[in-house]
């Protein structure tokens, strides 16, 4: 019994350090000492403790050894083997019939049997052993002239080993000690097995958890990036506002070519990302100009003095390097640098030609002429298309030319349709200013040239105090 309690003191202490670890070793308790080592390194400590607790349960019960054999002396033979193990409980029945009762009543580990015996053989025996207890372990303890019987059960799979009479009792004893052995391991691995399902079901569900949590994370950063770019947009405008009040003619033209360029990259169906580029680009593509004489608004290149012309040729770049200098509109600078390029090889300042120039850079080369053949040397729509058209594969890319002529060709109103005259405080949406709206100092509100918008309405109604509201505009529609 003190040896019984060492052992658990010993074991109990080695669990300790399992724990620690991580790792589960165990010395099992019989005789022939095997060292067996688990590699539970994957499962939590709380699992290395269930698993020790389990194995520690298994090894203090005690091993139930039914033995089978009608003759009488060898089942007193085998009582006496196992006589001072306070560790094994032995069963003993004259007959397979009498085994089969004390099977029903207890609950027996592992059954050794004589094969030859006078009622039930022990091959029947094993048979129905097997088909009405299928975890109990069995054995047979048979004399040699039962060999050929023995190896026909070990061949159908009844029988875990085969033992042979006359017995040595060492020998007997090492091969019941593993048989208990491989029956707690086999119990143990099986609840493992059970508790290992319940944990991948709690590891799904924690995975799912994690997935949830994350989604609604990123939802947050998306919410939160749609913000940051409507705040973004709504500095960009204010910024194409404020270059309106600096130079009147300037932030009218710059307006008109955002209308156009829209048209032209929804025609050319652009990705988002891409489209926005040039939108952007769209707004301060002549930001260079900002200061500049007003004549450089008003005169074509040719009609300027030798130091205006080199502020004009220079307004590019200038242009590049004030957006450059800003990180979140530095990836616009280049569209800013080449809207003068021609698709030739004859522009400014680079003197780039084709798909050299970045397509921003051609649709805006496109959408500033065009509005500078209007707005700058009084053309037509018509006239301005006829020379987009002689200059496409010149100064213009073809295939950007041929869907921005499509573009002007399908507009009928806005832009280019008819022409009267309305109160500041009766425009509608969609109708194309041709004068200013000016505040009561004088200080220019909404340029011409722009498309009227519901946002639009909404400043106006929002400053009515500061505008002459019966004030008469000119508009296209
Ligand atoms: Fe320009």
Known sequence: MSDLLFFCKTITIMLLFIRLRGWAVVITKYEKKQAILFDFHLLSHEDDYNFAYQLEAALMEKGKILFVDDEEEALLLLKRVFFDDDNIEIFTAPGGEEGLRVLESADIDLVVTNLRMSKMSGNEFLKIVKDRYPEVLRMILTGYSDISSAIKAINKGEVYRYLSKPWVDEDLKATIYNALEYINMKSIIKSQNKELKVLNTKLEDKVKERTAQLEKALNRVKDLAGTLKN???????????????????????????????????????LKNDEREKIIYSAFFHDIGLVGANEELFTRDIDQLDSDSREIYLQHPVIGEK?????????????????????????????????KQISPGARIIKLTSDFDNLVYKKGKSKEEAIEIINNESAKLYDPAFAGAFVRILEKSTGGLHGSYCRVAVKNLKPGMHLEDDISLKNGLMFVPSGVTVTKKMIQKINKFSSMLQLDYEVGIRF
Request: negative net charge; aromatic residues 4%.
């Open 322 to 354: 004030i957006l450059g200098s800003v990180k979140t509109l530095g990836r616009i600078a280049g569209i800013i640098r080449s809207h003068h390029e021609e698709y030739n090889g004859t522009g400014f300042p680079d003197g780039l030609r084709g």
């Open 231 to 269: 705040n973004f947009n709504e500095i960009v405008s204010l910024l194409a506002d404020v270059v309106s009040l600096l130079q009147k003619n300037l932030g009218a033209h710059s307006r008109r070519v955002v209308e156009l360029t829209e048209l032209l990259c929804d025609e050319m169906a």
